[in-house]
């Protein structure tokens, strides 16, 4: 193996790594987020407009934190793509040929 190629190796394992662990960040914190709304709205004992108020705020969080997590790993990867040459080809396709009269 070439010392490009370990590079590469290397690159790759060092991206499933901080993917797993990512997802494993936004998953434990979406289960924190639910487990405290679900403690909250239990001690809540039916005081529905309140008990609104606490699982809008969860969702928000829940969603906020996946889709920000989303976005930023979809950025990351398009940009690693094109830092790496594989994004020529999409950016520049070639042109098609001219209609035949």
Same mark, same amino acid.
């Given at each position: 193996?070439?010392?490009?190629?370990?590079?590469?190796?290397?690159?790759?394992?060092?991206?499933? *790594?901080? %993917?797993?662990?990512?997802?494993?960040?936004?998953? @434990?914190?979406? =289960?924190? $987020?639910? +487990? &405290?709304?679900?403690?909250?709205?239990?001690?809540?004992?039916?005081?529905?407009?309140?008990?609104?108020?606490?699982? *809008?705020? %969860?969702?928000?969080?829940?969603?906020?934190?996946? @889709?920000?997590? =989303?976005? $930023?790993? +979809? &950025?990351?990867?398009?940009?690693?793509?094109?830092?790496?040459?594989?994004?020529?080809?999409?950016?520049?396709?070639?042109?098609?040929?001219?209609?035949?009269?």
């Amino acid at each position: 193996m070439g010392r490009d190629e370990t590079g590469a190796v290397r690159g790759t394992e060092l991206e499933k *790594t901080r %993917a797993r662990y990512g997802l494993l960040a936004v998953v @434990t914190s979406n =289960l924190a $987020i639910t +487990a &405290v709304a679900a403690f909250g709205v239990w001690r809540l004992d039916g005081d529905k407009a309140v008990i609104v108020g606490v699982l *809008t705020a %969860a969702f928000t969080a829940v969603t906020g934190m996946t @889709t920000a997590y =989303l976005g $930023i790993k +979809a &950025v990351s990867n398009t940009a690693r793509s094109i830092a790496l040459g594989d994004g020529t080809a999409r950016r520049h396709p070639e042109p098609a040929p001219p209609a035949q009269p």
